[in-house]
């Protein structure tokens, strides 16, 4: 008789050392422009201690503070952020208050 494995892990979100969700898509892409940055410089003719020092200071920055982020606000912190700056703090009524209270009759001619 065959055995299969149940994979278990359907529904959850992908996780690498730590890092969740949207944290890894800002891990690798700082890590990567990082890296073509560093490039950019070398083959410009930047000194090669220069680009190291960059290079390697770029890329401890992006890990410290991605995983600070991910530390601080979790799994879906940052997009409660961003979507709580999307939405007005408060609504402005410039009208009247009577303008809002005034009705009137609807013709309905059949």
Request: with cysteine.
């Amino acid at each position: 008789m065959i055995i299969y494995n149940i994979n278990k892990g359907i529904g959850r979100t992908v996780e690498f050392k730590g890092l969740k969700a949207q944290y890894l898509f800002i891990f690798a892409g700082g890590l990567l422009g990082t890296l073509i940055l560093v490039m950019i410089l070398y083959m410009a003719g930047v000194n090669s201690y220069i680009c190291l020092f960059l290079g390697a200071g770029g890329a401890s920055l992006i890990v410290w503070q991605t995983f600070s982020l991910n530390k601080k606000y979790g799994e879906h912190g940052l997009m409660k952020i961003s979507a709580n700056k999307r939405h007005p703090r408060y609504i402005i009524c410039r009208k009247a208050v009577h303008r809002y209270l005034r009705f009137t009759a609807k013709n309905n001619a059949l």
